[in-house]
């Protein structure tokens, strides 16, 4: 989707996933892909079709994310998809950030929260669910650290969700 939300929480800024972008994201989503339900190798033409079709499908974000001391170097990617406007809910993942370029620890959680924010104050989500494989402790405590909770467990991963009520006691709007 071609959108233009922007948003800053905590040291990251989430930007509008740009194409100048899409190579480095590929190539860092490659070294993660173990950790996504997807997860065969993305070859550069692949991407650009991706990102073709990406721009044209209504209700997918994708936002690059770096950090706010440095806005200039793109150091990882996250998105929100798969909208229920009925619900109001939608779906939080594709997050991935660098950790070879990244200067501090942590920013996973600041680019969560930064997501789920944009997710319920700018589009007026209540709850945003997502699927974890059971193994990926990093992003299950960052996960957990923002507010998500398991509602289920299917064939090696949590499904957790998010309720905006708990994330305003949390984060304060
Ligand atoms: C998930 C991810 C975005 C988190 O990034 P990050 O914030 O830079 O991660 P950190 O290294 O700060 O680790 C996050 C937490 O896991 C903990 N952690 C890191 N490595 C760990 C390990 N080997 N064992 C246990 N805990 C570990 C950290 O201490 C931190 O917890 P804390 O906040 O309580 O201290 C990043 O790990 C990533 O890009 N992973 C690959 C892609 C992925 O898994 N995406 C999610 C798909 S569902």
Known sequence: M??????????????????????????????????????????????????????????????????????????????????NNMEKTCEFGRIVIDQDTRTEKGLGFDTTVCACKIGFEILGMQRIILEVFMDNIRAMKTYQKTGFITYAKVNGMLKMELITDKFIIKHSL
């Open 2 to 83: 071609n959108h233009r939300l922007t948003k800053c929480f905590g040291r990251v800024i989430l930007r509008p996933l740009a194409e100048k972008d899409v190579e480095l994201l590929r190539l860092l989503r490659n070294r993660e892909r173990k950790w996504f339900i997807y997860s065969e190798e993305i070859d550069q033409k692949t991407q650009q079709l991706w990102f073709k079709k990406y721009l044209k499908t209504e209700d997918d974000y994708m936002f690059s994310v770096s950090e706010v001391k440095r806005p200039d170097l793109i150091i990882g990617m996250v998105g929100l998809y798969n909208f």
